[in-house]
C-alpha cells in the first residue's frame, strides 16, 4: 500500500502562484511515476503533468509554461509550481503515484478568482 498526502491547495487570485506538495509513504518502488491531476466541478479528471523517478516530464498542453512539475526522490514527494494561475485552473488537485498499480491521495481544492 501507498499512501499520498497532498497540501498546499488554497484560494489565489488570477494571474497569482500557488505550489502543490504531495508527498508518498509506504510500499514505495525504487522506480516510479508520480503526477497531478485535476478536477473541476462536473467535468472528469484529467492529467496536469507527471514525473518519471528519472526526472522526464510530461504536461497537458493547458498548463505548459506556466506549471512545473518536480520531484524529491529522497523525500518521495512531488511538487507542481503553478504560475499565472486563470480561473479556468480551479479544480481538486490530485496526486497520483503508478507502479503496475495506481494509487490517489485525496485531493486539494485551488481556487482562482478573478
Known amino acids: 500500500q501507498v499512501q499520498l498526502v497532498e497540501s498546499g491547495g488554497g484560494l489565489v487570485q488570477a494571474g497569482g502562484s500557488l505550489r502543490l506538495s504531495c508527498a508518498a509513504s509506504g510500499s514505495i518502488s525504487s522506480m516510479y511515476v508520480m503526477g497531478w491531476y485535476r478536477q473541476a466541478q462536473g467535468k472528469q479528471r484529467e492529467l496536469v503533468a507527471h514525473?518519471?523517478?528519472?526526472?522526464?516530464?510530461n504536461y497537458a498542453d493547458y498548463v505548459k509554461g506556466r506549471f512545473t512539475i518536480s520531484r524529491d526522490n529522497a523525500k518521495n514527494t512531488v511538487y507542481l509550481q503553478m504560475n499565472s494561475l486563470e480561473p479556468e485552473d480551479t479544480a481538486i488537485y490530485y496526486c497520483?503515484?503508478?507502479?503496475?498499480?495506481?494509487?490517489w491521495g485525496k485531493g486539494t481544492l485551488v481556487t482562482v478568482s478573478s
Open positions: 514525473i518519471t523517478t528519472d526526472g522526464i516530464t
Open positions: 497520483n503515484y503508478a507502479r503496475g498499480i495506481t494509487y
